[in-house]
């Protein structure tokens, strides 16, 4: 009876380590790079605008929002021409110590095997991992 409760409570706790893996996706600075450029790759625009910030740490108004819609798919048709994106690699991540910004470089892997390296900031906003711009 002794080891049915530990086994259980091992179980358990596994059970809720797996949960909060699922759910915090989001949280790492690397993924939402990830994300946004998947987002991209299957012409969700609009997902792809609620991935960015103003350079200030502003989350853009509605305009502005249309806008990086507007630029989302330039961009996707300027990957396009590319061949589309095949994936996109994280070669370095650097979280600030208080854990509120990053910086990520990358390489955007496109499917004529052109690569384009790139180096981003990102902020944690309640907890969401954000793309300066």
């Known amino acids: 009876m002794k080891n049915f409760k530990i086994y259980a409570t091992l ?3 596994g059970v809720a380590f797996s949960f ?7 949280s790492v600075p690397g993924e939402a790079i990830v994300k946004a450029y ?6 969700q625009f ?3 605008a609620k991935m960015y910030i103003s350079d200030d740490g502003e989350i853009f108004s509605k305009e502005e929002a249309k806008k ?3 630029l989302a798919a ?4 300027q990957f396009e021409e590319k061949d589309g994106i095949k994936n996109v ?13 990053a910086i990520i470089k990358f390489i955007v892997h496109f499917n004529n095997g052109e690569t384009d390296n ?6 944690n906003i309640d907890g969401k991992w954000l793309i300066k711009i």
């Open 46 to 48: 609009e997902k792809t």
């Open 11 to 13: 179980l358990i706790l």
């Open 68 to 70: 990086m819609e507007s």
């Open 20 to 26: 909060n893996s699922c759910t915090s996706e989001a």
């Open 38 to 43: 998947d987002f991209m790759k299957n012409k």
């Open 74 to 77: 330039m961009a996707f048709e």
């Open 89 to 101: 690699e994280i070669t370095e991540e650097t979280i600030a110590e208080d854990g509120k910004s």
């Open 118 to 123: 790139e180096k981003v900031d990102l902020l």
